[in-house]
């Protein structure tokens, strides 16, 4: 937050126009009359002392008081017309106690002048004896009481502030707009063999230069780097099978925020078969894509993304606050020490629990997708009220004043001023059509989602021929055996069938399901060598219980043993077993690795599952789920490899 603005900047004369009427000719404060008490009165252990003067009275306990002496309240006129971030209203008191000590807590009650401005919040301010000022805990006043006290432990000099809050929510009311329309002006991305990479696919992205951005081949693999431009959190959201290979020290993974936050047995927030990074304003994301991509990449200011901007301008208010307050909080960078907290964790547990509980609290009162974007109806107000709760709560755990003045009572104030502000801050932003259109819609015309989508080009799938054993039944290197210990029937009838993925006799399905024996080479030893997916490179062997097998030739159609899909998906042949259906009738087909989808079949023709129609082969993909009663229809997607069983 080093280039904002503070948002509270009442310490300088003339920073506020406080409509306050009660105030005589020489600009003092109107106040009760009172009898000024030079010598001060009695006081003593035990008993409780009360002493006025000008509008000010001071209450000390009994239980407060050591010893005997004179408590005394006076004028001090030297005090500066302005401190601790506040405007001076009549004149400043000196209160002494001589003689006795002070032991606990003293109440201060300063007289609030009629006519005082609603918009202006009274606070008492105090030297705090080592030549600064400090806000004392003060009960939270509202408009129309004609006092407001304070507790103090030790006696000096102070006086009665206001503190504009309209003012300070103007100030952030313009922050918040500027982030939200601004742009950081970030470089145009570069990268390195963007005319290889359109060789292969289209690229197509929206307009605008919210976001900057680059494709292209490095090192061999196909890239996408992404610079948020906006002086907003930019939410990318990209495939799962995708991986992020240089800017995650500026932001944090969906993924990982999700599993930081959740508790046992709850859904996962992020969307089905995506990841999402979260990039601060001027930071880049350089994403590996497949090596023919098929896919779109989103970048918008979502749900979280607004919600952790409202959060920064939270805690740059309560920085500010706290600072004129005298209350030492660090809250500079906390976005990424959260993203750090949140991949590999925070020895401070306290600041760990206050951040986690914070986020959990927005999931779980505003919505049921971390990641959807925000609706203005949910964001505006009840995201303002969160904040000032949220941040309350991390700058406790990890203010750098452990001992907090007066036992922690002085962030009772700050919070009540904090919360006035994002009050009337909320008030502000629906009042500003600009700001509701830019939450409303994240920029409008600014680009709110971009999208960058690859489109493969025609390039014929790639057919791969499997042949994993040497002649004297070995395999080849690269590939691992693993020994099962156990017999495998491969013709319990007497006949024997080939596995539906071969192209060359002698390459059997074997077993039941659960042997998962659906492509086996058995040797001359009659010894079964089967595979599990082509690209694992690992065989498993058996022995045969037959002492001779039938002759198998290849099916006339066979299925592909395992399929690369342009997203750079890997599906594997189903081999039985019990899978949920679909709605609409169509069946799984090919198992696929780390996404929510499969390669479906058609039940009304035939069980088509694969197009050869064209060089560029394709399938169709979809979700199983036996409950649903209707589900999107199967995608379309092009296949960039399909493995085949050989000899």
Same mark, same amino acid.
């Given at each position: 937050m080093g280039a904002m603005r503070p948002l509270v900047v009442m310490a300088s004369v003339g920073a506020l126009v406080l409509g306050v009427t009660a105030c005589s000719k020489d600009g003092k404060a109107s106040s009760p009359a009172a009898t000024a008490t030079p010598s001060g009165v009695p006081v003593e252990a035990g008993t409780a002392a009360e002493a006025s003067h000008g509008g000010v009275k001071v209450v000390l306990p009994g239980s407060s008081v050591g010893g005997s002496g004179r408590l005394r309240v006076e004028d001090d006129t030297s005090l500066p017309r302005d401190a601790a971030g506040l405007h001076r209203f009549g004149d400043g008191v000196r209160v002494e106690l001589s003689g006795a000590q002070l032991k606990g807590r003293a109440t201060v009650t300063f007289a609030v002048p009629a006519g005082w401005d609603p918009n202006v919040v009274p606070v008492v301010a105090w030297q705090d004896g080592h030549g600064g000022w400090r806000w004392l805990p003060t009960s939270q006043w509202r408009p129309g009481q004609p006092t407001v006290t304070a507790q103090t432990d030790h006696f000096s000099s102070g006086f009665l502030g206001g503190f504009d809050i309209k003012a300070a929510a103007s100030e952030a009311l313009s922050w918040l707009g500027n982030r939200l329309s601004g742009r950081a002006g970030v470089a145009q991305p570069r990268c390195n063999g963007e005319t290889t990479l359109r060789t292969r696919v289209k690229v197509v992205?929206?307009?605008?230069?919210?976001? =900057?951005w680059c494709a292209g081949v490095e090192s061999g693999h196909a890239v996408l780097r992404i610079a948020n431009n906006r002086l907003a959190f930019t939410q990318v959201t990209y495939p799962n099978q995708w991986k992020v290979i240089a800017g995650d020290r500026f932001g944090f993974s969906g993924d990982a925020l999700t599993q930081w936050i959740a508790t046992g047995g709850e859904k996962v927030l992020t969307p089905r078969g995506k990841s999402v990074i979260?990039?601060?304003?001027? &930071?880049?994301? #350089?994403?590996? /894509?497949?090596?023919?991509?098929?896919?779109?990449?989103? +970048?918008?200011? %979502?749900q979280v993304a607004y919600v952790l901007q409202i959060i920064e301008l939270a805690m740059s208010v309560r920085k500010a606050v706290s600072k004129a307050a005298g209350q030492a909080v660090e809250t500079d960078g906390w976005m990424e020490r959260l993203a750090k907290t949140v991949t590999t964790g925070d020895p401070s547990k306290a600041w760990t629990e206050a951040a986690k509980g914070c986020l959990k609290s927005f999931r779980d009162e505003y919505t049921d997708n971390f990641f959807e974007v925000a609706e203005v109806t949910k964001s505006i107000k009840e995201s303002m009220k969160f904040a000032a709760r949220c941040t309350a709560e991390m700058a406790r755990a990890q203010t750098t004043d452990v001992a907090m003045f007066l036992g922690g009572l002085v962030f009772g104030v700050i919070d009540f001023v904090v919360s006035t502000i994002g009050a009337a801050l909320s008030l502000l932003i629906i009042s500003a059509r600009e700001i509701v259109d830019s939450v409303a819609s994240f920029g409008g015309k600014s680009n709110p989602i971009y999208g960058i989508s690859f489109v493969p080009k025609s390039v014929p799938t790639e057919v791969i021929k499997v042949d994993p054993l040497m002649k004297s039944g070995g395999a080849k290197s690269g590939? =691992?055996? &693993?020994? #099962?210990? =156990?017999? /495998?029937?491969?013709?319990?009838s007497g006949e024997a069938y080939p596995s539906p993925a071969a192209v060359s006799s002698g390459i059997y399905s074997c077993g039941y399901v659960a042997d998962g024996a659906d492509v086996c080479?058995? #040797? &001359? *030893? *009659?010894? +079964?060598?089967?595979?599990?997916?082509?690209?694992?490179?690992?065989?498993?062997?058996? #022995?045969?219980? &037959? %002492?001779? /097998?039938?002759?198998? =030739?290849p099916e006339a159609n066979p299925y592909p043993w395992g399929l690369e899909l342009s997203d750079g998906t890997r599906c594997r042949l189903r081999n039985g077993g019990s899978w949920s259906g679909r709605p609409d009738g169509w069946n799984g087909a090919y198992y696929c690795e780390g996404v929510n989808f499969v390669v479906l079949a058609d039940t009304n023709h035939d069980y088509r599952y694969l197009d050869k129609s064209t060089p560029t082969w394709k399938v169709w993909v979809g979700d199983l789920d036996d409950s649903a009663k209707s589900m999107p229809p199967p995608k379309v997607m092009a296949v960039t490899k399909a493995y085949f069983a050989s000899n």
């Open positions: 992205s929206d307009g605008g230069d919210s976001v =900057k979260l990039i601060p304003r001027g &930071e880049s994301v #350089t994403l590996r /894509l497949p090596d023919v991509p098929d896919a779109t990449v989103w +970048a918008e200011i %979502s590939w =691992k055996v &693993e020994d #099962t210990g =156990k017999i /495998l029937e491969c013709a319990p080479w058995v #040797t &001359e *030893q *009659q010894i +079964a060598m089967c595979g599990g997916a082509p690209w694992d490179k690992r065989l498993y062997r058996w #022995t045969v219980n &037959e %002492s001779v /097998l039938p002759s198998v =030739k």
